[in-house]
């Protein structure tokens, strides 16, 4: 949701490492970070900053998964990936390795998907190293989310030939 | 003229008696007949205070009490074989750079042999914000950091902290609460060992930067 970013983050872990020189905070062991909406479930997330200045958030598992509503009302955009990265300044979420991407019925995989939580917007990329399979990405169009497209230009055809 | 002397003398036996109880080097006192059951202390030291310095006389703690008592545990052969003292309101502050942390509880035990510190019932470990320079503007809001928990083992050379015990972090960034923990106060980290749950205050005022 728009003020998920303004929540507090709660988080419950099996252990925890804070690391005050360094400036993280380190939990391990069925980790699960909520704020707001946004729920992250992960083997070991770490949280980059101190005192009141958060930077980016990291979560790994095999896989880490997300979950947030975007908007009141909507389906939960889901995410799921090894690694994930959200940079909490610009409010954007890096997915990387066996990346998985979902919302509203349409769903992406690949290795490097960024989501633009602000705007709603993904971007899918392969890794530029790989081979084969690795280098491509999927999406997944379901008929019904096809279909409401079809229609859509009919729709306009029609109102603009209207006196 | 008397009245100095005789408040040189009593100043005298102060420092001697904090001296016999913490001069672990060498054993200063030497050891009195038999000791009736360990329980009676042989030595005590009302208001104590003590600071340890390292071997480049930097001063690394301080520690004072209100009660120190001092007992002995007699061997088979009624010989001692080790020494402890039970203390009352120990009040310990470490020395980093910048910002001393202060560890405090109501009971307190120190085990000579094996220099370790338990202290228990309302152990408190905070450290203080940082000294304000002249003009600098004064924090939003204290950026102090407070621990709790109920019983600690410390050991002051090594500057560890351990506890299996609940324990409570408090930051002006939110509240941590975990079962277990280890506090290094040297490499300045903290391990929580079971069941953290933590909440991090995001700021009013959302200056969230690099």
């Known amino acids: ?163 | 003229m008397r009245k100095n002397r005789f408040y040189l003398l009593f100043i005298a036996m102060g420092i001697a008696s904090i001296v016999m109880l913490w001069d672990s080097s060498e054993n200063v006192i030497t050891p009195p007949k038999a000791e009736p059951a360990p329980q009676i202390p042989y030595a005590f030291a009302e208001n104590a205070a003590t600071r340890y310095f390292n071997d480049n006389g930097v001063l690394e703690y301080a520690f004072t009490a209100n009660l120190l008592e001092h007992f002995r545990v007699l061997g088979d052969n009624r010989q001692p074989v080790d020494e402890y003292t039970m203390v009352d309101h120990p009040h310990f502050t470490i020395y980093q750079e910048d910002t001393p942390w202060h560890v405090e509880s109501v009971d307190g035990k120190l085990v000579r042999s094996s220099e370790q510190i338990a202290l228990w019932d309302t152990v408190r470990i905070w450290q203080e914000p940082p000294e304000r320079l002249p003009g600098e503007e004064a924090p939003a809001y204290r950026e102090a950091s407070e621990l709790t928990t109920e019983k600690l083992d410390i050991n002051p050379v090594e500057k560890v902290a351990y506890t299996d015990e609940p324990v409570k972090i408090l930051t002006p960034y939110g509240v941590i609460n975990a079962v277990g923990m280890t506090a290094n106060f040297k490499n300045r980290k903290i391990e929580l060992h079971h069941k953290v749950h933590a909440i991090h205050r995001i700021p009013e005022d959302r200056s969230l930067n690099e």
């Open chain 1, 1 to 163: 949701l728009p003020d998920d970013r303004l929540q507090d983050l709660s988080i419950s872990a099996d252990s925890a490492e804070l690391d005050d020189l360094n400036g993280t905070t380190t939990y391990a062991g069925s980790v699960i970070v909520e704020q707001g909406s946004m729920k992250i479930r992960a083997e070991k997330v770490v949280i980059y900053g101190r005192k009141d200045t958060y930077s980016r958030v990291v979560a790994t598992g095999t896989p880490a998964r997300l979950s947030q509503v975007p908007k009141p009302g909507q389906e939960p955009v889901t995410a799921r990936a090894n690694r994930m990265e959200y940079q909490i300044t610009s409010e954007t979420l890096i997915l990387l390795d066996n990346a998985a991407f979902r919302q509203e019925g349409t769903s992406l995989s690949g290795n490097r998907i960024e989501y633009d939580v602000k705007k709603a917007v993904v971007r899918a990329g392969g890794k530029a190293d790989a081979e084969g399979d690795d280098r491509r990405v999927r999406m997944v169009i379901p008929p019904k989310a096809l279909s409401k497209e079809d229609e859509q230009p009919a729709d306009n055809n029609k109102s603009s030939n209207r006196p």
